[in-house]
């Protein structure tokens, strides 16, 4: 089955602890997005990339950093410069970046202990 | 319709019945509007898109209505089941895509 998988599905933060979100997927799509999903709140995107090699801060980048190594991969090291990461958090993938629809994986809960 | 609050708005409606949530949207610009659905604890899923050139699409069961005069967006869905219950929200399209926050809909069997 072709789709995007998330790992884990639920993350513990210790203050001062970074932590890498996994994001994967086998659809051949160049462009992948990392989200972040509050509570009454629109998602808000972190980091994005349009291709291997290349990525771009989103609108909320502050905190966060990622890597485009493969084309199948975009992880997300949340920082502990990030002060407030208690979020679910979306990776989503498509085909090209701009006008083309994004399809979501199941997400991961970030909890801070 | 659209919340700036920490509650979103709800939307309750019999099994059976017909559904019609609304989405108002910010730049005339926005050339492709999609529809998702989240199930509690999921990720978004696609249900439905539509290009700035159409004023309606209709799929299995949803139709997307596009009216770009008062930039409003909106999904209905017919013979409501308890299984479309979830968040649904629009998002709007043009050098990068903008996701509204939302509208729950509960399905009371």
């Known amino acids: 089955d072709g789709g995007i998988t998330q790992s884990p599905k639920y993350l513990f933060r210790k203050e001062g602890q970074n932590v890498t979100l996994s994001c994967e997927q086998n659809l051949n799509h160049d462009a992948m997005y990392w989200y972040r999903q509050d509570p009454g709140q629109g998602l808000r995107l972190i980091y994005y990339?349009?291709?291997?090699?290349?990525?771009q801060k989103g609108d909320i980048a502050e905190g966060y950093s990622v890597s485009r190594e493969k084309k199948e991969s975009f992880p997300l090291t949340v920082t502990s410069a990030q002060k407030n990461p208690t979020a679910f958090y979306l990776c989503?993938?498509?085909?090209?970046?701009?006008?083309?629809?994004?399809?979501f994986g199941p997400g991961t809960r970030l909890l801070v202990l | 319709g659209e919340s700036v609050g920490l509650h979103l708005p709800t939307l309750s409606v019999q099994e059976g019945d017909n559904s019609i949530i609304n989405c108002a949207y910010s730049?005339?610009?926005?050339?492709?509007f999609i529809w998702y659905k989240q199930e509690s604890g999921k990720g978004p899923q696609f249900i439905i898109d539509?290009?700035?050139?159409?004023d309606k699409r209709q799929g299995q069961r949803v139709t997307v209505l596009l009216n770009k005069t008062v930039k409003h967006l909106s999904l209905q869905i017919a013979a409501t089941q308890p299984g479309d219950s979830a968040v649904y929200f629009c998002?709007?399209?043009?050098?990068?895509?903008?996701f509204g926050p939302g509208t729950s809909l509960s399905v009371i069997p």
């Open positions: 998002a709007e399209v043009y050098d990068k895509v903008i």
């Open positions: 990339s349009q291709i291997v090699n290349d990525f």
């Open positions: 730049n005339s610009a926005s050339d492709y």
């Open positions: 539509i290009r700035s050139n159409m």
């Open positions: 989503a993938s498509s085909i090209s970046g701009g006008a083309s629809s994004q399809y």
